[in-house]
């Protein structure tokens, strides 16, 4: 593993490390060399259309500012179609961190690729967040995360940190929709 991924690693790690638990407990379904799955659910007080909205028209508002590319969560969009965008725009510079594979509104988004570093692993995922409405001020939101492909790196050792910054992640959404 050269340099620059055993930073990436460490850093990363280091950062997750320093956060609070988050009231969800995900899992590391499984794990290798070639890659990894990752399942955790997580309920939010609020209907489902607002879960859905907070995923989509308000990812910006929300997105954790040290998980970009560029420093800034509000510069992150998704647009909640068929081959579009989960992207981050700052001024000229930008970047695709996955592609919206499957919309089913209030239920269901699918994305693909890999995001943060494992963009420059040449590695894939499909990520969906499912929503379930347990009652009419209660959602449950499943965050469902495979990644895989060829890399010299072993992706078993980014479970634990890709685990992490999703918990921070949908933690952040969850208290801004309630």
């Not at 510069?75 to 499957?102: T, Y």
């Amino acid at each position: 593993m050269n340099r620059i991924h055993q930073f990436l690693i460490a850093n990363t790690l280091l950062l997750t490390a320093t956060f609070t638990p988050i009231e969800s407990q995900a899992e590391v379904i499984d794990s290798s060399a070639q890659g990894f799955t990752l399942e955790f659910k997580q309920t939010v007080n609020a209907s489902i259309t607002d879960v859905y909205n907070g995923l989509t028209d308000d990812i910006g508002q929300w997105w954790l500012d040290d998980h970009t590319w560029f420093g800034e969560g509000k510069n992150m969009n998704l647009d909640a179609a068929a081959g579009g965008c989960f992207c981050e725009i700052f001024g000229d510079s930008q970047a695709q961190h996955m592609q919206v594979a499957m919309v089913i509104p209030n239920q269901f988004i699918r994305l693909l690729g890999g995001l943060g570093p494992l963009q420059g692993e040449g590695v894939t995922g499909v990520m969906e967040w499912r929503l379930s409405q347990i009652d009419d001020a209660s959602t449950e939101l499943t965050v469902f995360y495979r990644v895989g492909g060829y890399t010299p790196n072993d992706l078993s050792q980014w479970a634990p940190a890709v685990e992490n910054v999703l918990q921070q992640q949908m933690s952040a959404m969850k208290t801004f929709v309630e």
